[in-house]
């Protein structure tokens, strides 16, 4: 009844199947925004990346993903992360057909207390999450827990995520 | 322990039910499945310090505060017989009976391991070996997110996903839900305990103790057009789910109040609370009330005016599918 291969058979398939599904439009663009471990002081990645196009995302954010599909999202790469070994966040990278689609995701749920923040081309803060869009890209990352240093380590994963983002669309011009 | 504070708490609103054919412990079967005027019990049971200065609930506090709600749903003092008649009512014994816990929302802001293990561990007392006991979900992910880990031994309580063990062949329908279910629901298991964690959602309105059958078959993206409604009526109207899942016990330890049903720490709130009963709309009509009195204490709009009110609540309680009740007349509400 169980199958266990096919979780590693899965896991294989999306990391195969990143470079592709990662790509906004029709450009073929090798990306991956996840920092790999240590790169940003503290941090550690976690798992696999996994990757959900559109017609899938259901699997991952069942309820939400009608808003991203609405939206333009063409795909949804997520990893999970921890902080020096405590705090543990999850960052999501949403791959949309455009910048206005990205925009409607971050501005969706706003609240009065965003703290704005220099990330990408529109970037907020909260205690727990960061969030921002760059291009066609909206990335959120949210922590689990509440840490005195939470906010500020966020912000240095997020920094870290954009730069490889940014890295990505100055190779593909 | 039922103290007699609590039991005059609980005569002062109504909740003494001598007689009364709308409890699990009497009847276990739908109350509008009865004639006359049954009411549907839902307690919820709280404590203020659930939570101390964590983020994670105390597990000792969490077992009394579940032994607290348990007593006072099945009017029992003792927390094993309890359970035992839970189970025995669920004609149970020496069958399977499962979890269907929910971790869609990321372990932010999924089932407590610390509920499902504290549920587990008095079955497990009330006499249910421990394979059979059965904790699952959607996919392993949403497992992993309640802090389990797959897991067939016979010997040990097993944790297996939906998509893992299959879905039926054949489809099942209902109204406008045309799925297939999982067999863990269809054959493996003789009762369901339903453990959700209440939610706002951004197209049901609320997600808790219907919403959570989404997670037992195949295409729960096919069930989202106008609202959810509706499709969480239909899909909780055929037979099997309303035969198999006899009680809730609904994580309400903390929850988010906007932005579910993913987790948005934002928003998180701790109602520091546990509703139990067998009545699914009557839980899900007080939980919606929770929920708004909550949105309405930090300034934000209604359900109704965010364009999102759970109507599928009130489709589940009209004749053609006879879920339950949402009309707090028939509901006998003990807070405990």
Redesign the interface.
Known sequence: ????W??SMRTALVIASLALTMTPGCKKKDVNPFPASGAIAGWQKTDAT?VFEAKDL??????????FIQAGVVSTATSDYTHNGQL?A?VDVHTMSGADGARKILET?L?Q??QKVQLGDEGVQ????VSFRKGAYVVRI?????TPDGAQALLALAHGVEARLQSTSRRSK | MKSRRDFLKEAATGAVLLGSKGAFALTGAPPDEHEGAAKSKVVIARDPTLHGQGTQPNEQRLINLLDRAMATYTRRDHPVDAWKHIVAMGQAQDKVIGLKVNGLGSKGIATHNSLIMAVAERLQQAGVKAGNILVWDQNNHFLEACGMTVNTDPSRIRCYPSDVAGFEDQESSWGVARIRITKILTRECAMVINLPILKDHSMAGVTFALKNMYGVVDRPSTLHADNCNPAVADLNAIPVFREKIRLTIGDAMSSVYEGGPGFHPEHLWYPNALIVGEDRVAIDHTAWGLLEKQRAAVGMPTLEAAGRPPRYIATAADPAHKLGTNDPKRITLVQV
């Open positions: 009844m169980l199958a266990p096919k979780n996994r259901w699997q991952y954010i069942d309820g939400d993903a009608e808003h543990e999850v749920g609240t207390d965003a909260y205690a727990q999450s949210v922590a689990y827990q509440a």
